[in-house]
């Protein structure tokens, strides 16, 4: 997917005018909702999924500002994006209504927010490592992308993982894309920052010559601003989880089976279609197979 994904972001790139952003309209979740499943099983008294019921809203950590995933849009007021709409359909699917709170979280504040109960899931482009599922329990996956590399337009000199070596790459902190680096470039020198707003204001003032994060992040960027150029294909394949507290075996169950179910009905592709694929042009991609 990743020939598709670049080659669909300079279209729309060059596609816009005076820096705006096409990012989808908050009215287009209704859509998706009139197809969403509604759980009518057995609750377990004092399970996850009672407590929320009994709270009346799913507790969520993501973001507001990664277009095409999930960002405030300023006109509705309401949460787009991939990772939003699938956090108001899990919603849906555990209250019957789309009912959510949204915290802000980072790379360094997920883990936290999931063990002290502060949310109920991270749907944030969270990427499943081993280190991580140490940590944290994930459902799915329910993304599949990879580490890509951002540098500002005009910039040569990059054009593949190798050509990172010696150079100042930034990545996001506690991210996979620390490991990636290092792994093609170990002369590289490594900044980190918390958040991706952090890393792309660093690249914009020189403080580093590339900007290594995942794939379907760094197209959002790109489609918002045109200084913003991806160089070659991900060298990495990342799979995006969502985050449960660790050892919540029959949260993860549940929230496994309801991605299986939006994966078979099609809800999953008419996710994408309204936001991702509103930039990646052909068929939605099929979604990747939920881990046993």
């Known amino acids: 997917m990743g020939r598709l994904l670049v080659a669909a972001l300079l279209l729309f790139v060059a596609g816009c005018s005076g820096g705006e952003s096409a990012v989808p309209g908050g009215g287009k979740i209704d859509a998706l909702l009139t197809k969403a499943p509604v ?161 792309l204001t660093a690249l914009k003032q020189g403080r580093g010559d590339a900007y290594v994060q995942d794939q379907a992040i760094l197209v959002a960027d790109a489609s918002k601003d045109a200084d913003l150029r991806l160089v070659g294909e991900p060298f990495t394949e990342d799979l995006y989880g969502i985050g449960i507290k660790h050892g919540d075996a029959e949260f993860t169950k549940f929230v496994n089976d309801w991605l299986r179910e939006i994966g078979k009905s099609g809800l999953w592709q008419e996710v994408w279609k309204q936001t991702i694929g509103t930039v990646v042009t052909g068929e939605a991609p099929a979604p990747p197979a939920i881990a046993s």
């Open 39 to 199: 759980y009518a099983g057995q609750v377990t008294p004092g399970s996850a999924v009672d407590r929320i019921r009994k709270r009346g809203e799913l507790l969520i950590g993501g973001s507001q500002d990664a277009p095409l995933l999930s960002q405030l849009d300023p006109v509705s007021g309401e949460l787009t994006g991939f990772d939003a709409y699938l956090g108001k359909l899990l919603a849906q699917y555990v209250l019957g209504k789309p009912s959510t709170d949204l915290l802000t979280a980072t790379s360094e504040t997920r883990e936290p927010l999931l063990a002290n109960g502060t949310v109920d899931v991270i749907v944030q482009t969270y990427t499943i490592t081993p280190q991580r599922a140490e940590r944290v329990s994930f459902a799915g996956p329910y993304y599949r992308s990879g580490q890509s590399i951002a540098v500002p337009k005009g910039s040569t000199g990059i054009t593949k993982p190798a050509d990172l070596a010696g150079k100042t790459v930034i990545v996001g902190a506690n991210t996979p894309g620390v490991k990636a680096v290092r792994d093609v470039a170990p002369t590289a020198e490594v900044l980190e920052f918390g958040s991706d707003p952090e890393c």
